[in-house]
């Protein structure tokens, strides 16, 4: 076999979406959009047997901000392998060349989010270490009869959630956040899923209902808070449920959610993946 690591150019794109497809449950058109608004041939690296990718991963831009330090960050992103390639050592190969590229441009540290234990666990042999850790909660509806909302919950613009989110993060002692640049893959990503952004009492909520649910899948609103919040977002969903993936300031019940791998400015973090803090990190890409 001739074997060869290298950035992807776009004839190739055909064959990583291949390798997306078999690997992930994503459908075409968040595939397609991806492929529009992300790739480049600096965001890419394949693994190719005989002239043709059989092993990929994405590298984004983010920044990871921790004791006020804002941290450059790559973050590994929709890693996989054609099943009939796996086991070969391919993913390591391509983590590694990964790795020196990020220590190359300069970079602090390389995050991701392993969907597994089993990932947790291999990662963990290439360096990485749990650094990152979220709260997730669910609430049943409460007796809501002949109550009338407390707040207003009014559906958000594209810049007004952002502008909002960025408020947010910079209240934040400890969050990741991806570039920019991507906000136009996210914003199209949000709409083909029904993914919706909402104001309530100052604060926001993103997420999507689902069947007799409301899954919040990244919010402002603080641990303290979320009682007397919780009523006006039950009138409005009319829902049974509302889970939150990622409470702040909750210091209970953390799990495990992202790694990391400290590059350059490794010393300047040496309490980075000691501490264990709250932390908010919801790339809304995972």
Known sequence: MNNLIMSPQYKDISSLKQIWKEAFSDNDEFINSF????FSTTSCLAYYVNNRPVSMLFMLECDVFYNGIINKAMYIYAVATLKQFRSNGFMRSLEQNASTI??????????????SSEL?????KLGYTTAFFNAYKSYKRPKLDGLSPLYDVKKLSELDFFSKRTCFLNDLNF???????YNDFICK??????INAYSVNDEYVLGFKNNNQFEVIESSIKYENIDKILPSLFLKFD?????FKNIINKNTDLKPYGMAKLLNNAVKLNTFTDSKPPCYMNLMLD
């Open 189 to 194: 990503s949000n709409a083909m899923y029904d």
């Open 239 to 243: 829902v049974e449920k509302i889970s």
């Open 175 to 181: 969050y990741a956040s991806l570039d920019k640049k």
């Open 120 to 124: 947790f666990k291999m990662y963990s």
């Open 102 to 115: 990020a220590t190359d441009k300069n970079k602090d540290l390389m995050i991701l989010i392993p969907q």
């Open 35 to 38: 492929f529009e608004n992300c």
